[in-house]
């Protein structure tokens, strides 16, 4: 029984011991090559502030006569010393105007928005000489008095890079207090309102 026993097992066949072929190292390695870079982190970036300018006129007028007179979109050409000459136009339902300076320079703007009762009108620009971006401006007369009216012109813009504000509140200026000062020829400069007197103070009782 013995010597048979020990013939069977030595005539079973022996089964090939698996060989390992590195192919799983491989894989893992392939993995490691195949992940994206990490992402350098992003530069923030500041927001440039908005530049805003602010002109006025007091004139010895009432508004409604100089609302009259400027109100309407395209007329510039009649108060503006700049200007040299204004037409109107039209983009789909937007109101355009188009502005020839005496130099030859154009400008574009859009009106955006318009309140006859509060006697304004806002408008950004199309096209325009000036380094800015983000332009609206409001043209707007205030009643101060049955004679007298103020007329207030502000805009607000963005410089683009590399362009200093305070060279851009000037170029803009340059272009918007000609305007008012023409209405002050037009219409004369309003005196300067009074300041209001400071009341005596009451004596104490007993003083």
């Known amino acids: 029984m013995g010597a048979r026993e020990t013939k069977a097992k030595s005539e ?3 089964r090939p011991r698996a060989r390992r072929t590195g192919k799983p190292a491989k894989a893992k390695a392939r993995g ?16 440039r502030r908005k530049t805003k300018t ?11 006569a100089v609302w009259a007179f400027i109100g ?5 050409a009649r108060w503006h010393p700049l200007v040299r000459r204004c037409r109107l136009g039209r983009r789909g339902r937007t109101k355009l105007r188009h502005i020839v300076l005496h130099d030859g320079r154009l400008i574009v703007n859009c009106e955006t928005a318009r309140d006859e009762r509060r006697r304004l009108y806002s408008y950004g620009i199309v096209e325009a000489p000036v380094p800015v971006t983000g332009y609206s401006s409001t043209l707007k007369v205030r009643r101060e008095s049955s004679t007298v009216c ?5 805009s607000d813009f963005v410089p683009l890079p590399g362009v200093d504000g305070r060279a851009a509140r000037r170029l803009v200026e340059s272009l918007v207090r000609p305007g008012l000062d023409g209405l002050v020829t037009i219409f004369g400069r309003a005196a300067a309102p009074r300041s209001k007197a400071a009341r005596p103070t009451a004596a104490r009782k007993g003083a």
């Not at 490691?32 to 923030?44: D, I, K, L, Q």
């Not at 309407?72 to 510039?76: A, E, G």
Request: hydrophobic residues 50%.
């Open 72 to 76: 309407p979109f395209q007329s510039l």
């Open 150 to 154: 103020v007329v207030e012109w502000e």
């Open 12 to 14: 079973r066949p022996l």
């Open 32 to 47: 490691a090559a195949g992940r994206a870079p990490a992402s350098p982190p992003r530069a923030r970036i500041t927001p």
């Open 54 to 64: 602010r002109s006025v006129a007091r004139l010895a007028a009432p508004a409604a």
